[in-house]
């Protein structure tokens, strides 16, 4: 099987493009073994590229545990790419259909495995039930039992405690904090990822304010631990921070792997745009 391994702002996957690939009959299985990064490819998951009756391709993620997710906002942009520098779309204005509906993709070529998309990533879902978060209506500078009841490490970065929860057609929870280089996420990610308030656990992001219009996140994301960024998570901190009145609705969200612009009106779709980048090719023995 021929795959390609891209990134979005170092947030990378290996990329099957079904139009010339058989899918592979076992994706679940065959994403932990091929995003290993000592044993296998080495990525945040996989994503198969597959024909669309209602889009010019279709776009299925599997997380690196297996999981399968409805979004990523980093991945879309490298199907976007795909497709167009295959030749199975042409550049300019694409629909990819997503787990989250069909989405409208704006492709500029930058070299020839290059790419800067703008995404209408559609409208943030805002309300519990659609979340899902336990609770009702929207949680904005909510008390989160997930984090527990006061630990140093709170201190350490200046966290405020509150949750502002948001779907982009997966769930996203965002804290704000002084300074997120001193969240230890590799053990606060994973408890709040899989307390029961979060029915089918959740993304989480940890930021700092640096201007009305510039932020610093890091994100422990569902499914495939701290990864160098976050394309849904970008657009729900942007969301979140029209919401709290910490940032504007321009937003520059600055991520371990670089930056995402993004654009929330406060009442329509959010837009995000950033990088697609092919990294190298390769033939994966056993799918």
Not at 40 to 55: E, F, M, N, Y
Not at 83 to 101: D, K, N, Y
Not at 237 to 250: M, S
Request: a negative charge; hydrophobic letters at 40%; glycine letters at 12%.
């Amino acid at each position: 099987m021929k795959f390609v391994k891209m990134h979005g702002a170092a947030n990378d996957y290996v990329y099957v493009d079904c139009f010339q690939e058989r899918s592979p009959p076992d994706p679940a299985g065959l994403a932990p073994r091929i995003a290993d990064r000592h044993r296998g490819v080495g990525g945040d998951g996989l994503v198969l590229v597959q024909p669309s009756q209602v889009a010019a391709a279709r776009m299925r993620m599997f997380n690196a545990d297996g999981s399968e997710s409805e979004m990523c906002g980093n991945g879309v942009r490298c199907v976007a790419h795909l497709v167009v520098s295959r030749g199975h779309a042409a550049a300019g204005r694409v629909a990819i259909e997503t787990g989250r509906g069909v989405l409208t993709l704006d492709v500029e070529r930058t070299g020839p495995r290059t790419s800067r998309v703008r995404v209408d990533m559609g409208q943030p879902l805002l309300e519990a039930a659609e979340i899902p978060v336990a609770g009702a209506g929207r949680i904005v500078d909510a008390a989160c039992p997930a984090v527990g009841t006061h630990e140093p490490w709170w201190d350490a970065c200046g966290l405020d405690p509150r949750m502002t929860c948001v779907s982009m057609g997966n769930p996203h929870v965002v804290f704000y904090c002084r300074d997120v280089a001193r969240v230890p996420l590799e053990t606060v990610g994973p408890r709040i990822e899989t307390h029961p308030i979060f029915p089918r656990r959740v993304n989480v992001h940890f930021v700092e304010v640096l201007a009305p219009g510039h932020v610093r996140m890091r994100t422990w994301e569902r499914g495939s631990g701290i990864t160098m960024a976050c394309g849904t998570g970008a657009s729900a901190v942007c969301v979140a921070g029209v919401l709290t009145g910490r940032t504007a609705g321009t937003l520059a969200a600055d991520l371990p792997g670089g930056r995402l612009d993004l654009a929330w009106d406060g009442a329509g779709p959010v837009f995000m745009t950033g990088p697609a980048e092919e990294v190298f090719e390769g033939t994966w023995p056993d799918a």
